[in-house]
């Protein structure tokens, strides 16, 4: 359940967890997914349709392309950044959670911070405050510890 797993296991739970919840796990799907996984950090969407085109084996249009993304986010295989307009694996597939990253500025480099009390907190505040949540993910950016090495003071 973890992020440092192979991409072959990560590859192997999101099948599964697709097929544990009805959602059927095509070719394209797959093939959407693995290229998001294996950027290993948030990826845009025209990247990814670069990323895509040796995949599949030639240029897809992007509204095709869009669905899938909008299809893996709904099924909580991928995650949005908002901030950067760009798609990231989950770390945590099948656990019940919102996603929470920590961003580093300069390098793009996107954790998942695991757990689920403060995303409970917030969509619990929201619903108190009579508000309806369609979406909820916390971005947290910064320098993460490479870099704060690597920065000058
Ligand atoms: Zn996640
Ligand atoms: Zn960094």
Not at 83 to 106: M, T
Not at 120 to 146: N, P, Y
Request: proline letters at 5%.
């Amino acid at each position: 359940m973890a992020c440092t797993d192979s991409l072959t296991t990560r590859l192997a739970r999101a099948a599964t967890h697709a097929a544990g919840h009805g959602l059927a796990w095509t070719r394209l799907r797959r093939q959407v997914y693995q290229a998001v996984l294996s950027a290993g950090r948030p990826i845009g969407a025209y990247e990814l349709l670069a990323a895509l085109e040796p995949l599949v084996g030639r240029r897809m249009p992007p509204t095709s392309v869009y669905r899938v993304l909008d299809l893996l986010v709904r099924h909580e295989l991928i995650h949005r950044i908002e901030s950067k307009n760009a798609f990231v694996a989950c770390c945590e597939i099948g656990q019940p959670h919102q996603g929470q990253f920590l961003i580093c500025e300069r390098c793009g480099e996107t954790v998942e911070i695991p757990g689920s009390e403060l995303a409970h907190q917030l969509s619990a505040s929201a619903r108190a405050l009579g508000f309806e949540l369609h979406h909820q993910v916390v971005e947290l950016t910064g320098l993460c510890a490479h870099c704060r090495a690597g920065a000058p003071g």
